[in-house]
């Protein structure tokens, strides 16, 4: 088999395929990776390919602290970096290290459908929050954690994806990050916040990241370069409260091996600190900021009426509404017709709604994605004329 035909998703001759969220392999920064790796082995020898220690390689480390000191307004330093596998990873560990059997896990709803996945190997039991165009309602989340206490459970933690959303591509308005991060303190309620998004920002800068509005909450920053760098390498690293990157740390996963990815984070750690890595994200921004811009268009352009959705200012997706008495579930078949896929809106939500889909557009040029826009256009009205 060859490393081509060995990724993960397989896509269908001539079908333009809007479900996968992944970054185009045309945009893999391969000769930078591959010079990265060559000064790795030449400059680090056999250091980095042995066991890693329990926080990750300094090199990284020490370059994601000056990243994060000089664009969050954060004093961090390489001892306050922990790296990790990538975010799937992370939130596992994190599930495994600070939720016992039985806790509830928050979750917006609708949110990230694989992180559900993730959240449901566990023995816990998950609560939805309501979501809406200013992000995660912090009201129902407030309300939802004492109603919970009243019952006899423990709300253990929060899994949130506060800047540019998936599904939705919303950011968590700033007067509700401020009031979650302290109803957090408050509560004793650990926020994991998933941040993969943030490098990813086309209209101005991303929001300040939860963690860093104050890093004495109980908040978990999971990052990772599966977005904005390259999946295969499965590095990530998350940033906490001193104790709670201790407890991370410290887990039988991590005591058994060290860091979990050792010789594809110090090749990560290389390229940041060799400029590499801004070169990259400039070059990723400009080519999403550009077929971001070219589905919304042909959206506008084709959609029936009755379709309507928020332009993200970041990220990967468009959480598309669908005309009333229409279901995600129902347009499958017509758009499997019509050549086209996205992800049901259902498999993002703790209660089956499934009014929306979503639409990635990182994958595809801009032509390709005005396509599968006008497709996937011609599916809905075929599934109304069916169910007229």
């Not at 509404?321 to 019509?338: E, I, K, Q, Y």
Request: negative net charge.
């Amino acid at each position: 088999m060859t490393a081509a035909a060995a990724t993960q998703n397989e896509l269908r001759p001539g079908f333009v395929e809007l479900a996968y969220g992944e970054p185009d392999p045309r945009l893999l920064p391969v000769d930078a990776v591959w010079r990265a790796a060559a000064r790795t082995l030449a400059e680090g020898g056999s250091a980095a390919i042995a066991y890693g220690s329990a926080q990750g390689p300094s090199i990284l480390r020490g370059a994601l602290a000056a990243r994060m000191s000089a664009h969050e307004g954060v004093a961090v330093g390489a001892d306050d970096v922990v790296v990790t596998g990538g975010n799937s990873q992370a939130l596992d560990q994190a599930l495994t290290v600070f939720a016992e059997p039985g806790d509830s896990v928050l979750v917006e709803s609708p949110t990230y459908n694989l992180a559900l996945l993730t959240i449901g190997d566990h023995p816990v039991e998950v609560a939805g929050l309501p979501h809406d165009e200013g992000g995660l309602d912090v009201e129902a989340c407030a309300a939802t954690v004492h109603a919970l206490r009243a019952q006899g459970r423990r709300p253990c933690l929060l899994y949130t994806v506060p800047t540019y959303h998936n599904p939705t591509g919303v950011c968590l308005r700033e007067d509700r990050r401020a009031a979650l991060v302290a109803l957090a303190a408050a509560e004793d309620l650990i926020l994991v916040e998933d941040d993969v998004y943030r490098e990813l920002a086309y209209d101005g800068e991303a929001p300040p990241a939860l963690w860093s509005l104050d890093p004495d909450a109980p908040v978990l920053r999971l990052g990772t370069f599966s977005k904005s760098l390259a999946p295969g390498l499965r590095v990530g690293w998350l940033t906490g409260r001193a104790d709670l990157r201790a407890r991370f740390a410290a887990a039988g996963m991590i005591e058994s091996g060290g860091c979990p990815s050792q010789f594809a984070a110090t090749v990560a750690g290389e390229l940041l600190a060799s400029g590499e890595y801004d070169s990259h994200i400039a070059t990723l921004r400009a080519a999403y900021r550009s077929r971001r811009d070219a589905l919304v268009t042909a959206l506008r352009e084709h959609a029936p009426p009755g379709c309507d959705f928020v332009v993200p200012r970041g990220g990967y997706f468009i959480w598309l509404g669908l005309p009333a008495r229409l279901t995600s579930r129902v347009l499958v078949t017509h758009a499997d017709r019509r050549r086209v896929s996205f992800i049901p809106g259902g498999r993002f939500s703790t209660s089956g709604g499934d009014t929306h889909l979503r639409l990635a557009f990182s994958l595809y040029d801009e032509a390709t994605l005005a396509e599968g826009a006008r497709r996937l256009a011609a599916a809905i009205r075929d599934a109304q004329r069916a169910s007229a």
